[in-house]
């Protein structure tokens, strides 16, 4: 364009439009707290579904358990055959071979934790509980089996990590809420978890969230959200921000899932550098990376990396969008890699919703696979830095 100009006569050559198109702006992508209106949430009551142990009332709950937390102790009452509880000020730790258990949590501790050990479903009912650890995670689950926690009506609930966390051999504490087993969010109260030392929640099977909840997390450290074998959203308020270098916002090792709620991630970290070996790898930053397949369905799906090479979205296998929303804008510089607003290493394949993608410094979607849009749509238009596809 520099030539272009430098080179021209006087003449009826109006060059706003092309200046326009390099001078876009992305829509604003910022975290959201208000409230979502949504269909009741209809638990599963076939016991044949698949689905139908990730409801937490298709359970029964007659064995409860309270800790109460005060500064610097705990209190518990209640007991259960067949599950012992220890405390030490304000740590708590509980061993449960006694089927499924019901967990109340209320107070405030700055120097606490919950531990579980167990190979029996629970749940943690947070009523109002704020937990912080400086030496590790807030709650840490290293049982294999369901992880329920439920948010009473109302409830403001807190968990924090510290900076640097004091380990047990053999044992992972990976975030701030960390289980070994399946993590399933219900209720209608409100989560905020800060990480600081690790990730803010992470599971090292799957994680389930459900209409109703508000879940908050700020990680400055790790990857916001995370799931080894997958991510289902059916519903729900999430916000997620990380900063720390090569973070990832949301990862899902399994399939990623949007049935419905509003998901936001944003991701402010730049390119993380490690050499080991002689050998210097770079990470850079995604506000969602997914080793495998991404769906939406439903719902609003809302992603932004700012940082140097991030992407919106990472997709390590294909990515199919039926309905709801999805954008994902990536503003971030190009020094060690290049950002990108959608990066697909499968296929990509539309046929309903709404899609929005925007690169300030490359092509808004990079997709070595094919890619599909099927007929029908109201909207397909392709610019130098944006793709939107509406139907």
């Known amino acids: 364009m520099g030539l272009t100009m430098a080179s021209c006569q006087k003449d009826d050559t109006d ?20 409230a979502l209106t949504e269909a009741p949430d209809v638990p599963v009551t076939d016991e044949a579904d698949s689905a139908f142990n990730d409801y937490v009332e298709n359970s029964s709950w007659s064995k409860v358990i309270e800790i109460s937390f005060a500064d610097n102790t705990a209190t518990v ?10 405390t030490d000020g304000a740590h708590v730790t509980v061993v449960n071979m006694s089927g499924p258990v019901k967990f109340i949590v209320s107070g405030k501790t700055a120097n606490g934790s919950l531990k579980f050990y167990g190979d029996k479903r629970f749940q943690i009912y947070l009523n109002g509980a704020e937990i912080a650890n400086p030496k590790g995670a807030a709650i840490n689950n290293q049982g294999s089996k369901s992880l329920y926690v439920v948010m009473a009506d109302g409830s403001v609930n807190r968990l924090q990590d510290g900076t640097d966390y004091v380990m047990v051999d053999e044992e992972d504490q990976k975030a701030a809420l960390f289980s070994e087993g399946q993590i399933i969010f219900s209720g209608k109260g409100g989560l905020t978890v800060i990480a600081q030392g690790r990730g803010g929640i992470r599971s090292d099977d799957y994680i389930r969230i459900r209409p109703g909840v508000n879940i908050y997390v700020n990680s ?3 990857d916001g959200l995370r799931a080894n074998d997958g991510i289902i959203m059916d519903g729900g308020v999430v916000n997620v921000n990380t900063t720390g270098a090569g973070a990832k916002g949301v990862r899902s090792g399994g399939v990623m899932l949007v049935n419905g709620g509003r998901l936001i991630a944003i991701s402010d970290g730049d ?32 992603l932004k990396a700012t940082g140097d090479g991030g992407k919106g979205l990472n997709a390590k296998q294909d990515v199919k969008v039926t309905g709801g929303s999805f954008q994902a804008v990536a503003t971030g510089t190009r020094e060690l890699k290049k950002p990108k607003g959608v990066k697909v290493d499968g296929n990509f394949n539309i046929s309903g919703g709404y899609f929005y993608s925007y690169s300030r410094r490359s092509d808004p979607i990079d997709v070595s696979g094919n890619t599909s849009v099927a007929p029908g749509y109201k909207t397909y238009e392709l610019k130098p830095k944006v793709l939107t596809i509406a139907y």
Not at 17 to 28: E, N
Not at 278 to 297: E, F, K, P
């Open 15 to 34: 060059l706003a439009d092309v200046i326009a198109d390099y001078q876009v702006q992305p829509v604003g992508i910022e975290l959201d707290f208000s």
């Open 77 to 86: 009452n209640g007991s259960v055959s067949g599950v012992s509880v220890q």
């Open 220 to 222: 400055t450290a790790q």
């Open 271 to 302: 390119t993380r550098i490690e050499t080991a070996d002689g050998v210097t790898d770079t990470t850079a930053c995604a506000a969602l990376y997914c080793d495998t397949l991404v769906t939406v369905n439903a719902g609003m799906l809302k």
